[in-house]
């Protein structure tokens, strides 16, 4: 079975800070990936997604991903901060038969963003 | 994309009692999941609410724990039964459209159990 390790419970930066989120996952086969941010009180947003192809994804709100097979990790990037980019972001993994139908999620990492 | 409503949004139950959670989503999908996601932990599904059928539920969850119903393509329900402090945690809808798709998510279900 698949399972994703996001090694940084908690990370803060400034804000205009550049960010760099750690997703690392095992699984066999070539992965489906996810990233996810969820604000409080909020359900999960979708910020990108991999699944094939082009191994630097773009997503919504700035950020970016990199698929990198010999590191089996997936960590999301962004240039420049924002304070509203303050939020719980979950890496998650599908495998090649279930894809979205059942992914295995990350424990997450809470960024904070300083003035 | 889909549009997800999930009822209630937060409830604070006794513990031995029953919570019905509902999702209604506003467009007909394919696929609809239940994840539970517990204090400081990640997300897990729960099972698969198959329209029509009984739900496919994922190890180490059980139907007369958590009955599922999908009476049509838009719409599903995650009962809490016999509840205990263990199962205060947030229930979160979700779904999609085939496993080459994106997975959306409801706001969540916020149970605490007392």
């Known amino acids: 079975a698949q399972s994703v390790t996001q090694p940084d419970i908690h990370i803060t930066v400034s804000e205009g800070a550049s960010l760099e989120l750690r997703c690392n996952y095992s699984y066999g086969a070539t992965p489906y990936l996810f990233w996810y941010v969820q604000s409080p009180g909020q359900g999960l947003q979708l910020l990108l997604k991999?699944?094939?192809?082009?191994?630097l994804v773009q997503g919504i709100k700035g950020f970016e991903a990199e698929f990198k097979r010999s590191q089996s990790s997936f960590n999301l990037r962004k240039p420049s901060v924002h304070w509203s980019d303050a939020a719980e972001y979950f890496c998650a993994v599908g495998s090649i038969q279930t894809g979205a139908n059942n992914l295995f999620f990350g424990t997450g990492t809470r960024l904070t963003v300083i003035p | 994309s889909a549009v997800i409503s999930q009822k209630p949004s937060r409830d604070i139950c006794q513990r031995g009692t029953s919570l019905t959670i509902q999702c209604q989503v506003d467009?007909?999908?394919?696929?609809m999941f239940w994840y539970r996601q517990q204090p400081g932990q990640s997300l897990t599904l729960i099972a698969t609410a198959n329209q029509g059928s009984e739900a496919t539920y994922e190890s180490g969850f059980v139907i007369d724990k958590f009955p599922i119903s999908r009476p049509n393509l838009t719409f599903s329900t995650l009962t809490v039964s016999n509840m205990s402090p263990e199962d205060s945690s947030i229930y979160l809808c979700?779904?999609?459209?085939?496993?080459?798709?994106?997975?959306?998510f409801g706001q969540g279900t916020r149970l605490t159990v007392v």
């Open positions: 467009s007909q999908v394919t696929m």
């Open positions: 991999y699944f094939s192809g082009d191994t």
């Open positions: 979700s779904v999609t459209s085939g496993r080459n798709t994106e997975a959306f």
